[in-house]
């Protein structure tokens, strides 16, 4: 039937089918050649399911007219009967023009696919060579290897093998090729075959047994003389060989190429000759190879001619690869190398390179071979020349995580498919994204994409290159790689004695119990074990470069046995960032953050997270302390839990302090000390102001449920208000009420003072966690004064009674939580008394200087040196605190500037108005600093607040390894103190005094 009707039929049919000519497709099925089998419909959905049904269709009409007369109905009755032979046949010619075309010019070939066996299912280099015996020229040996191809292609496309497994099988054909071209050209030169031992080493993905299916083929010759030959011409011999071998495989000829062979990573690359002796490749590659020279060479093996030359060629190099990640910058040799192959791609093809770009294959090579190169040194089960072997070898090796490499073994193999399919189609060395529609919809339909494949391969693709540039960041450039590469190997593995040597060398009081927290973390077969014995040797140098290793390795030990079942902790040591380094820094330079961090110890994960050591502000952290208020079930639980925020954030913030105090890789030392004592200041100031709102608010709610009868504010004093609060500060604060309206007084004052007795204690309930005492010492009438006063009462207290030290005290003041609008009526009420109109007179600067005088000789410690106190020793806090606030009383009024709490901005303010020159400004500034970092010094190394340098001598090296002073230093930062401080003392008593 002929007619409208059946052509209508087909038509709609070939359309459902996926065909995009329907028209043309009618017209070939209806050519008499097809006769028998355009009735079909199981050659219609067989050819509907290949990547291009009308290129199969085309390819089939093609080879069937291309058959003899014998030969045609052969394979027509084989199409019809055999499913595997007709889906292998048609899934070939819907994927690749160019087989189409060998099959033209050979119609014989489609026999290649009948068979169906194990050995077809899995051929290895034996299976191949049996498909080349019969080549005797380069013409036929390119006609057997496109037969070949014909049968890796249908596995490929029929999904009978995989990517991986595809790739080997290509890799093994190439091994067949070479070793037929070598017999080829021995045939052809026989003397020169028996004057020398030629062996040929297959590199890059050859090697590798990753091969794509249009590839340069990358080999080395080596070769000796054959026994009784001489060098020089066996060496010529070899020469001819090897470059009668590249030509029969490289030369175009009627039957195309088969494939490059590329020899120019041999020694000196094209300026290097092409074949050299065993001993002349060693001498090159110990004297003179750069670092890309062993990354290639990882990849090596041998495949053809003299077998025993080429294994032991293969064994000479393979140390020398293992050695290579010694060599001084070589890791940062080998990211510069990746970055220089990604700078070279034109700029019009860097969006469509699926090999070179950005997200493409090299980002995945390069990174597997990266870790291989360092961590293979000590592990020879990741000495793999083939990536996803290595991938999968350093997955169980604890070195990726499984879920990276996951990500990354289904990402390569998804862009490898497309790298395959994409040559495939045309038999060329490319590795572009097509960007014709066409090509595109077949690629996608040849991956399984049907529904919309243009669309869906674009998303597919994006995806997969996404995250393959994503963990190519991660681990091409994580710090703890270049670390392990800079450890020597015996380093990375050590024995126990030998250990027990090395940690004695690297300064560790105690190697026999540093040897059993290393035993106890490492030991074992578990993944755990494996990844803590890669980071343990690196952390043991971190560790070192401290004042007290020791306790940087127990306090390490300590956190891992806390997070010992949490997947995320070694994770994140070994993946992500400088999170090891900052761990090891924090560890080893004092006891309050590793006591911090034992008591939460999930706060690890603020190491890792380039934004978690960032302090939070003072409003995000008062949301956080009152949502948990909130969830609590009491005072005393919410009070907890406000605590327990303090605690996280105390160590986010020391961790800060120390990271930036003692720089890490990623981060080095910050240049300015001023801004580490203010960012800390500030910190703590905006932590203890948000755990006196979450207090306040939880005895409120205990006590009164919504609303407290009287308003109520707490006001910042001295440290507290002036934002320069360190680890061990108290909280000093005054505490003010207004009964509400209508609200009878007496009540509303007990109410207050119920507030604040109950605050205190449950601020002070006995805590493991560092205290949070609340100093309200500073209140009118001091300690015999109430605790809590009316704002009208402090105004008619400070018309009538003040003193001058309580002017002095306020200038300090600041509303820190509570009623905001109260805190704004006490500050509008203290202004005149801080910054008062007239100035200072004369007798009140005499009584403050003689105050101070006073403090100076009754305060100080007895036995304590006063060239060395940081708080009220000369040239410490108080003299510059003092001077400070004098120019603040005398000259706050006109000087808006100097109406602020904080001590260094008071002071700047003065030097912009002129009040003191810069030379002493700066003195000043530079010695307030030095003493605040001292007494925060000293807080974080001996975990207890003291204003004088540590006399033991470990705590005494961590305050100088923290200030900055390297081992062997600390009397130079004493002596440096003292003279910083003597020079503050001077412009103390020209400015202060008066002298």
């Not at 000829?253 to 001993?279: F, K, M, Q």
């Not at 240049?671 to 960012?679: I, K, M, Y």
């Not at 001077?883 to 904080?902: D, K, N």
């Amino acid at each position: 039937m002929t007619g409208p009707g059946r052509r209508s039929s087909t038509f709609t049919r070939l359309l459902r089918h996926g065909f995009t000519d329907p028209s043309r497709a009618e017209g070939l099925l209806d050519l008499p050649e097809l006769a028998a089998l355009r009735d079909d419909s199981v050659l219609l959905d067989a050819l509907g399911a290949t990547a291009d049904p009308d290129l199969a269709l085309h390819g089939l009409v093609r080879l069937v007219e291309a058959q003899p007369e014998d030969g045609r109905q052969t394979l027509t009755t084989t199409l019809l009967s055999a499913k595997p032979f007709r889906d292998r046949l048609l899934g070939v010619l819907g994927a690749s023009e160019a087989l189409a075309d060998h099959l033209a010019r050979h119609p014989r070939d489609w026999q290649a696919l009948v068979t169906y066996e194990a050995a077809d299912l899995n051929p290895g280099v034996a299976e191949f060579e049996r498909g080349l015996a019969e080549a005797d020229d380069p013409i036929s040996l390119r006609i057997a290897y496109r037969r070949c191809l014909l049968a890796i292609a249908a596995r490929d496309v029929c999904g009978t093998a995989d990517v991986a497994q595809t790739a080997a099988e290509l890799a093994d054909l190439a091994t067949a090729t070479l070793r037929a071209a070598l017999a080829l050209a021995r045939t052809a030169a026989p003397d020169d075959a028996a004057q020398c031992r030629l062996a040929v080493i297959a590199m890059g993905k050859c090697g590798g047994h990753e091969l794509n299916y249009v590839s340069d083929v990358d080999v080395i010759f080596v070769a000796e003389p054959a026994e009784g030959a001489d060098e020089g011409k066996a060496l010529q011999a070899a020469t001819r060989l090897a470059s009668h071998l590249m030509r029969i495989c490289s030369e175009t000829t009627v039957e195309g190429v088969i494939w490059p062979v590329d020899a120019n990573l041999r020694p000196e690359g094209r300026n290097g000759p092409l074949v050299r002796t065993l001993s002349s490749h060693l001498a090159y590659y110990q004297r003179w190879a750069k670092t890309w020279e062993f990354q290639a060479l990882l990849k090596a093996r041998a495949v053809a001619g003299d077998p025993e030359l080429g294994e032991a060629y293969i064994d000479a190099v393979s140390p020398l690869v293992w050695q290579a990640a010694e060599r001084e910058n070589f890791v940062a040799d080998v990211q510069k190398m990746r970055r220089r192959v990604v700078d070279n791609i034109p700029a019009a093809h860097v969006d469509r390179q699926l090999k070179l770009g950005p997200g493409g294959l090299r980002d995945v090579e390069f990174a597997v071979q990266l870790l291989q190169l360092v961590h293979g040194r000590s592990d020879a089960t990741l000495r793999s020349g083939t990536t996803l072997d290595a991938l999968g070898a350093l997955a169980a090796g604890g070195y990726v995580g499984r879920a990276d490499a996951a990500q990354l073994d289904d990402a390569y193999r998804f862009l490898r498919v497309m790298e395959h399919r994409i040559q495939l189609y045309r038999l060329r060395r490319t590795h572009l994204v097509p960007e014709d529609d066409a090509d595109l919809r077949r690629l996608g339909r040849s991956l399984g994409l049907r529904t919309d494949p243009v669309a869906e391969l674009d998303k597919e693709w994006r995806r997969h290159a996404s995250i393959v540039r994503r963990l190519h960041e991660k681990l091409f450039y994580r710090p703890l790689l270049d670390a392990v590469a800079q450890l020597a190997p015996g380093e990375i593995r050590l024995s126990p004695a030998a250990a027990g040597q090395r940690l004695e060398a690297l300064g560790y009081a105690d190697p026999a119990a540093a040897l059993r927290h290393l035993e106890a973390l490492s030991s074992g077969v578990s993944r755990k074990a494996a990844i803590q014995r890669t980071l343990l040797p690196v952390l043991l140098g971190w560790f070192a470069d401290s004042a007290d290793p020791d306790a940087g390795l127990l306090g390490f030990r300590k956190v891992s046995d806390a997070l010992g079942k949490t997947p995320w902790y070694l994770r994140l040591l070994r993946d992500e960032g400088a999170a090891a380094e900052n761990l090891a820094r924090v560890l080893s330079a004092g006891r309050l953050a590793p006591d911090l961090l034992l008591r939460a110890p999930e706060a690890v994960a603020l190491l890792g997270d380039p934004e978690g050591l960032k302090p939070r502000g003072r409003e995000h952290l008062e949301q956080e302390v009152l949502a948990a208020v909130r969830r609590a079930e009491g005072a005393e639980q919410a009070v907890a839990a406000a605590r327990g925020v303090r605690r996280r954030e105390l160590f986010r913030t020391a961790a800060a302090d120390l990271i930036g105090s003692y720089g890490t890789e990623d981060s080095p030392r910050e240049a300015d000390p001023g801004s580490l004592v203010d960012r800390v200041g500030n910190a703590v100031t905006d932590l203890n102001a948000a755990t006196i709102a979450g207090a306040l608010r939880a005895v409120v709610r205990d006590g009164w449920g919504d609303e407290l009868p009287t308003r109520f504010a707490v006001i910042g004093m001295g440290r507290f208000g002036g934002h320069e609060l360190g680890y061990g500060s108290d909280a000093d604060v005054l505490f003010v009420h207004e009964p509400r309206e209508g609200v009878d007084e007496q009540e509303a004052a007990r109410a207050a003072n119920r507030v604040v007795e109950e605050m205190r204690r449950l601020l002070q309930l006995p805590t493991a966690d560092p205290p949070l005492l609340i100093d309200a010492d500073l209140r009118p009438e001091g300690r015999s004064g109430p605790l809590v006063r009316t704002l009208g009462s402090y105004g008619a207290y400070y018309r009538r009674w003040s003193l001058v030290w309580e002017a002095q005290a306020l200038l300090r003041a600041e509303p820190m939580a509570g009623d905001a609008e109260l805190g704004e009526r006490f500050t509008a009420l203290i202004d005149p008394l801080r910054y008062p109109e007239e100035g200072l007179g004369e007798e009140a600067v005499r009584e403050i200087r003689r105050l101070k005088a006073r403090m100076e000789s009754e305060r100080l410690p007895r036995g304590a040196d006063p060239t060395l106190h940081a708080k009220l020793g000369r040239g410490g806090l108080s003299d510059v605190e003092w001077t400070v606030q004098l120019l603040q009383l005398r000259h706050g009024r006109r000087l808006p500037g100097l109406r602020t709490p904080r001590t260094r901005e008071a002071l700047a303010a003065a030097l912009a108005a002129g009040l003191i020159p810069a030379d002493e400004a700066q003195i000043l500034d530079e010695a307030w600093v030095l003493a605040t970092r001292v007494r925060n010094a000293v807080m974080l190394v001996r975990g207890r607040a003291g204003d004088t340098f540590p006399s033991d001598g470990r705590e005494l090296a961590a305050v100088g390894r923290y200030l900055g002073y390297g081992p062997g230093h600390v009397g130079e930062m004493v002596d440096d103190y003292r003279r910083i401080t003597r020079r503050a003392r001077a412009v103390v008593e020209e400015l202060f005094y008066g002298s």
